[in-house]
């Protein structure tokens, strides 16, 4: 019990009051326990990978026996990947070996790029949806996100550029749409965004607090 | 008579001369306070009758020889010489040059050991802030401990927890909770890993089946851990398995094509996705929402928030996500803790508004600055 409860939050504890003290003092033998913890906490990551793997290839394995018809095929495919990639990467040149290089540029990065891409057709449907006016507010975005996406292209500069042109009053020049969209930008949303991190920023300090101090002990299979 | 005034004269114009023909150039080294002994800011100002073409600095550690450290020809102008050591003592000299190259004059600093300081008296505001919102929130917990009744505010996001995992054990489908693409280093990954801890007892008690994908794997141990805690407090620790928490890749969208197929094959009737998230944010909503599953999205990431409240049924936003584990265990010490929060919110709000007043009012004092100016 003492080893699963009391140690790691005893360890918690003194780490975290390190870490704050080694934050406001400049001192040469205290300051530099910052980077030292750092460097401990990557080696701790580094170990960490080992559990991953046996966790990934343990999981992928009970697939196999499991799984029938071509659901059988992914986790095959993840333990070949697996194997093969680690294979080419442990062979002279590590990284930059050829075998692992081309897998990476020609099988990882094209993968990697059409899942993002999805993100274009995502964002379309979002916006379909989160668009529609159905109520005052859903109109409210409608019009912002309307003069926002106007103030991005060329076509927003070009309605409103006379605004600029004929007149000499920094007045009139706020209503060109992408300055507009930069008020609406800089101040509306910044004001929203800011808000939302300081909130956040708290809600950090709160929890830190509750586990330096063992209030919140679930993550250490506490009640 | 006369002879007063002329030696008079003499000695003035001997003055103005003695003046005029040599140079008022200065050199000064001074440490920077607050520092860990290993800055000194050398400045100079040089005026001479000639034309100067060339500067050259030097430096001498601990009385050895001099060292050329820099050459410039601004005439005015600092450095920042962050290559010092409090254990040693340095001096600093100019030598001055016409465009010819001939040496006009030197000059010296004095001997100067850079100072170490204990305490970074830049880092006061924050100190003070910390020492406010912390003594705020012991306060509170002592408060809840004491037995006083706190009322905090209704997050429906989380009032939803029952019904989701409710929805999933209607339909015999799995519970998905995916704990964002950033390690335990990262807070928003602990109260996502916090709040997996109400939901593995609920799915215990409803005996649904849980998915946990991580992707980093120290995320794994602890979230394993959280789980397997879960379902003994639960009185279940029968229907624990190992692999209801299973890594998949550290690579972003590695990590959101394995959920994706996932949630396409599997159905899971209910997504959590609470933590810290990036572009895959949308990607994981969008296929969420298109499975038709009830969906909890919690982030303190500002960009991606629209993100979840387009395409989730609840969502907690910024602190909310801190706060849920608290508002989901409702035991009064934690609970203590996020009325502690709010206060200093309430503070914090209260300062914003009293520094813009006085900045509008009293803009030469800078007020901001207290906030902004952290050494």
Redesign the interface.
Known sequence: MFLKRQLPFVITLITSLILIISYFSPHPTISPLRSIFQDWYMIIVAFTMFVGILSLVKVSIKKIKREKGIEVLYPVITLVSLIVMAFFGFLKGGLDNPGFDFMFEYIMVPLQATMFSLLAFYIASASFRAFRAKSTMATILLITAFIVMLGRVPIGEWITGDLLHFTESSFLSRFHIPNVTEWIMNVINMAGQRAILIGAALGVMGTSIKIMLGIERSHLGGE | MRKAVGVLLFLLLGTVLIYSSSDVSSLKVRDVP?????KLVVSWNITAEEEVGNIKIFQKINGEDWKLYKSTNKLVDKMKDNSVN?KNSYKYKIEVYDKEGNLLFTKESKTITPG?????VG?TA??VS?LI??GL??YF?SAARRGQKLKIRRIPALDSLDEAVGRATEMGKPVLFVPGIL?V?N?QT??G??VL??VAYKTANFGTDLNVPVS???V???AN??V???Y??AGRPDQFN??MV????N????Y??HID?YMV?EKPAAVFMLGAFY?ES??LA?TGHSIGAIQVAGT?M?SQ???F???CDYVL???????A??YL?R?P??LG??K??DY??LL?MIAIIVGAIMTIIFPEFHFAEIFTDIG
């Open positions: 607050y520092d860990g002994g290993g409090h170490v300081a204990f305490y970074n880092k924050v100190l910390l919102i912390g929130i012991y917990i390690d280093k807070p602990i109260a890993v916090l801890s109400e980093k794997p120290i794994l141990s602890t851990d959280t397997k805690e879960a003994m407090r190992d692999d299973h890594y998949v890749t690579d972003q969208f590695g959101v094509s197929g094959r572009a949308l990607i969008e303190a500002p928030i629209p993100f409240i387009t395409t936003i910024g602190e909310e996500l801190y706060a584990s608290a265990s035991k010490d934690i803790a996020l502690g929060q200093a919110k914090i």
